[in-house]
């Protein structure tokens, strides 16, 4: 009995579904104070939202969304001076089911849903494409975006509440 029992379990935990992926990535949370270095916001306020650069020498960047991080890495010179695009370790964004922290090239990107982040129009983090359809159909999405199809241009329409 208690064999069969334990070939049942295994079974049903086998034919469960099992999500594409459980990895996260590891970026430190932000600290109470630390301000967003595009737009001043005191990011930890905001953790459903929260993105981060990571350099090698273990400095992080935390920004309230996904739209500030790319504004970030578009004109890293700007905002980051003294920092070089070639040190950084890892970037990662929260995404918006599970709200935990994936990687920023990996994720998918809805845009111009009912959803807005506290800048407003924003880049909807999501850790599959099933997930992203999923969002798009359930919230009014307009598109599915990668990380390398996001551009200034693109960042600028959504600041001006244009979605396409």
Partial sequence: MRNSVFGLLILIALALPWPASTAGIDVPDPQLRDTCPVCGMLVARYPAWIATV????????????????????????????????????????????????????E??????????????????????????REFKDDHQGVRILRFQEVTPELLEKLDAGRVQ
Wanted: hydrophobic share 35%.
């Fill in 54 to 105: 990571l350099y090698e020498d273990g400095h992080a960047d935390h920004f309230d969304g996904a739209k500030d991080l790319f504004k970030y890495l578009f004109d890293r010179p700007r905002y980051a001076p003294d920092r070089v695009t070639d040190d950084i370790s890892a970037i990662g964004v929260t995404e918006y089911y599970g709200l935990t922290r994936i990687d920023a090239r």
């Fill in 107 to 132: 994720a998918w990107y809805v845009i111009g849903s009912d959803v807005l982040g506290p800048m407003g129009h924003e880049l909807v983090p999501l850790e599959t494409e099933a997930d992203a």
